[in-house]
């Protein structure tokens, strides 16, 4: 099946009217909290719908059409759940704001043997064609799009080590390029020029939610695990596995099933801080120098 991009709309009422009719309308709305970047809320439709909506500033619509199109690609590997998308758009007005409205979560209690089928899932998603993702080249994306607020560069690579190396790496080091000093930039240049000593090229491509940690799922309206919030792109599924990893990981029981369902490529744990070291650049771009320690710590360990 070819891949289709999620509606943009020109207008709430718009996107309302696709989906639910001409007659439906906001009757109240409810303040979910919980997110860091978006506002987000319970809305109830006068035909007694319930939906998701997450708002920022109409600045801000790319946000919400990149989120769309990585929940549009997970959704169409068929592996793993995600809430149905229902589409984004801006809102003109005095008050004029960016939206993407998604099917509701209730919230159901989580299924026998949930971490094992959240694994096999996921590692299902990780051999799934990534062809029509990827038009001209192997390892990137249909467009650019954001890990948390942060830019993410998506550019087509044949390599999934140029890639990383290009698209992941080099970007963010330029935006941290004020926390390093001239020996700091030394070890930087010598990790980026000899990345291929560590990296390894994946035995195939994998479409990856791309910022994976215990934030970005939830238990969806079947009980099972649910993705949310991606950056997807498709990579090396080892950097999906290193992100679940960074902030205290998941059960033992998914890395079990997951390494039962894909077997990992050996040396795994030697490459897992570097896939990292991406997600480490990034808060220290986002949030500041607390995490300009574990930077420098993890360019010492393959640099030196």
Not at 251 to 274: C, E, I, N
């Amino acid at each position: 099946m070819a891949f289709t991009a999620p509606k943009h709309f020109s207008s709430m009422n718009n996107a309302l009217e696709s989906f639910f009719g001409e007659d439906a309308k906001i009757m109240q709305s409810d303040r979910v909290f919980g997110g860091d970047i978006n506002d987000a809320y319970g809305l109830t439709l006068t035909n007694g719908e319930r939906i998701f909506m997450k708002s920022n500033t109409i600045e801000n619509a790319a946000f919400f059409q990149a989120e769309a199109l990585g929940l549009q690609a997970i959704a169409q590997t068929g592996c793993i759940g995600t809430p149905r998308i229902l589409g984004s758009g801006t809102q003109a007005g005095t008050n004029g704001y960016a939206f993407l409205l998604l099917e509701w979560i209730d919230g159901k209690p989580p299924v026998k043997e949930y971490w094992e089928l959240f694994a096999r899932q996921l590692a299902k998603m990780h051999q799934a064609p990534t062809d029509e993702f990827v038009p001209n080249g192997t390892y990137g994306f249909l467009q650019d799009n954001f890990i948390g607020a942060g830019p993410q560069c998506n550019a087509a690579r044949d390599s999934w080590v140029t890639f990383f190396r290009d698209c992941r790496l080099e970007p963010q080091f330029r935006m941290a390029d004020r926390y390093f000093d001239a020996t700091d930039r030394k070890k930087i240049r010598a990790l980026l020029d000899h990345l291929g000593n560590y990296l390894i090229e994946p035995d195939c491509p994998s479409l990856l939610h791309g910022d994976l940690w215990s934030g970005n799922y939830m238990t969806g309206n079947d009980g099972r695990a649910w993705l949310i919030d991606p950056a997807a792109y498709v990579g090396h599924a080892e950097a999906d596995l290193a992100m679940t990893e960074l902030f205290g990981g998941f059960s033992h029981t998914f890395y079990a099933a997951y390494r039962d369902a894909f077997p990992m490529q050996s040396g795994y744990k030697d490459r897992r801080d570097l896939y990292n070291l991406y997600h480490l650049l990034n808060h220290l771009n986002l949030f500041g120098g607390s995490y300009l320690a574990g930077v420098l710590r993890t360019v010492k360990r393959y640099a030196s």
